[in-house]
């Protein structure tokens, strides 16, 4: 079974940008999850999406955003970028009541 | 509020040590879910456990086992005879379990393991 697919695994952008991160879960999987990893603040999650609702939200500014579709790909939004957005962002899926399987991330770098 | 404690930053040990890595929690759910993930130098996490509240029984899992303490909220980690390739940065990780969703893990900063030969 494939496992969670995460494009592009790197991206350079500069301030004032917007940028889409692109998460495909696993298969069968419904529940998408975002989280955002840097070196000060750790792992934060974001936004989790399940049958193409966000059925939960971490603290966040509006700038980011996320979204599902009906084959449970998601995508996450990040618009007017700032230099603090350079991260790693990991997508994980599961099953309902389920571990989550993470994906091997994008690496974001804001200039 | 909830929250994932992991106050050893780095351990550092030599090959075939045993180590134990802790993790505290605090909530105020009465059910909830505690996870342990590795992430190798090449950034993925790797899933390794899950625990309920409710089950509070030991596991062993190879070389790994899980001692949860609900009376001391601790859920901590101990590696038997470890290896250069238990090499990683471990993360302990909260959520709970309301309306069925699980999306949301509080995680620990993580404690990076170097193991030396």
């Known amino acids: 079974k494939a496992g969670v697919t995460q494009t592009p695994r790197y991206l350079i952008k500069t301030r004032g940008q917007q940028v889409t991160l692109s998460c495909s879960p696993i298969?069968?999987?419904?529940?998408v999850s975002w989280y955002q990893q840097t070196p000060g603040q750790g792992l934060q999650f974001l936004f989790e999406y399940f049958s193409e609702t966000q059925r939960n939200k971490g603290n966040f500014p509006g700038r980011f955003s996320g979204r599902q579709f009906s084959n449970s790909r998601s995508e996450m939004n990040v618009s007017t970028l700032e230099l603090g957005d350079s991260a790693l962002y990991l997508c994980a899926s599961s099953l309902a009541l389920n571990e989550q399987f993470f994906g091997p991330g994008t690496r974001l770098t804001v200039l | 509020a909830q929250k994932v404690t992991q106050a050893q930053t780095e351990i550092s040990v030599v090959e075939k040590e045993d180590v134990t890595l802790d993790c505290v929690y605090e909530t105020r759910d009465t059910t909830y879910y505690l996870f342990w993930y590795k992430q190798p130098p090449s950034g993925e996490l790797v899933f390794l456990i899950r625990?309920?509240?409710?089950?509070?029984q030991n596991e062993i899992s190879g070389r790994y086992s899980w001692n949860f303490q609900k009376s001391t909220s601790s859920f901590n980690f101990t590696i038997t005879a470890s290896q250069v390739v238990d090499s990683a940065v471990y993360f302990c990780?909260?959520?709970?379990?309301?309306?069925?969703?699980?999306?949301?893990?509080?995680f620990g900063k993580g404690t990076k393991l170097s193991v030396k030969p």
């Open positions: 990780a909260l959520s709970e379990a309301f309306g069925g969703s699980q999306g949301n893990l509080i």
């Open positions: 298969s069968g999987h419904r529940s």
């Open positions: 625990r309920n509240s409710f089950d509070e």
